[in-house]
């Protein structure tokens, strides 16, 4: 997701309106491969502040992810807000930053007349992902006796409400009894 500000970099006070479209390639997240469904959109204001380039605005994009309880696949919609300062690392003069305010030691330094904002709108969409993915806050899961999704039917397994937690317990100790 690359902007050109070959202008903007000459016009300190000046901003201008983008509209990125790009897709992604698929990233970690807590062990797990993520894929996006379809590209990944970002509405942005940047602004020469005369000193750096600020990047602020919008940024979406659906995830193809597995529920934790249940494992079905499902889309999981992704929006979030960017918000990142740039500042010319070729330009010394333009790099003096106050270190009494702490936002500038965020600065993240640019060469040449494009801005690339990849790694800080997929950063930005993994800050707003959940620890864990499920279908619905009341998805009943996977039976732990027979792995039925209990979301789609009953099954006949005794005991359906013993915690998975607990089954893996009874079964170490099934190994300690051996
Ligand atoms: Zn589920
Ligand atoms: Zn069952």
Partial sequence: MRIDVSDLKKSPGESIQVELSSPLPEFEFNGEKLIFNGPVRASLEVT????????????????????????????????????????????????????AEEEYQEWIPFTGDVLDVTPEVL????????????????????????????NVAECSCPGEDVDPRLMVLKDMFKDVNR
Avoid: H, Q
């Avoid at 992810?65 to 333009?94: G, M, S």
């Avoid at 993915?133 to 209990?150: A, H, I, K, T, V």
């Fill in 48 to 99: 020469n502040t005369g000193k750096a380039l600020l990047v602020e605005g919008e940024v979406r994009g659906v995830l193809e992810v597995r529920c934790a309880r249940c494992l079905e696949p499902f889309r999981w919609p992704v929006e979030t807000t960017l918000n990142e300062v740039y500042y010319p690392a070729d330009n010394e003069e333009a790099a003096v930053v106050d270190p």
């Fill in 123 to 150: 950063k930005s969409i993994m800050l707003a992902l959940p620890m864990r993915f499920l279908c619905d806050e009341n998805c009943r899961g996977l039976c732990p006796r027979c792995g039925r999704n209990l």
